[in-house]
C-alpha cells in the first residue's frame, strides 16, 4: 500500500514563501512521476510540478519561476519551494505519483495566501 504524506501548508502573506514536503512509504524511484496538484475552492484540480523518474521537472504556466520541485532520494521525500506566493495561489495541495499508470494521493495540505 502507498502512501504519500505531505507537510508544510500553512497561512503566509502575499509574496511570502512556504515549503512543502510529501513523504513516500517506498522509493521515490520506482515511480514514474511524482509532484504536486493543487485545488482552490469552486475549482478543477491543476497539476502544479511534477519530476519524472529521470529527473525531468515540468510546472504549471502560473507557477514557472516562483515554485520549484525537487527530491531527495534518500529520504523518498518530494519538495515544493514556493516563493512570491500569490493570494490566487491559495489552495488545497496534493501529493501524487504514478506507477503502472496507477495514481496514488496524500491527504492534501491547505495553502492559504492572505494578508
Known amino acids: 500500500q502507498v502512501q504519500l504524506v505531505e507537510s508544510g501548508g500553512g497561512l503566509v502573506q502575499p509574496g511570502g514563501s512556504l515549503r512543502l514536503s510529501c513523504v513516500a512509504s517506498?522509493?521515490?524511484?520506482?515511480?514514474?512521476?511524482v509532484g504536486w496538484y493543487r485545488q482552490a475552492p469552486g475549482a478543477e484540480r491543476e497539476l502544479v510540478a511534477a519530476i519524472s523518474r529521470s529527473g525531468f521537472r515540468r510546472y504549471a504556466d502560473s507557477v514557472k519561476g516562483r515554485f520549484t520541485i525537487s527530491r531527495d532520494t534518500a529520504k523518498d521525500t518530494v519538495y515544493l519551494q514556493m516563493n512570491s506566493l500569490k493570494p490566487e495561489d491559495t489552495a488545497a495541495y496534493y501529493c501524487?505519483?504514478?506507477?503502472?499508470?496507477?495514481?496514488?494521493w496524500g491527504k492534501g495540505s491547505l495553502v492559504t495566501v492572505s494578508s
Open positions: 517506498g522509493s521515490i524511484l520506482s515511480f514514474n512521476d
Open positions: 501524487f505519483a504514478v506507477r503502472d499508470d496507477m495514481y496514488y
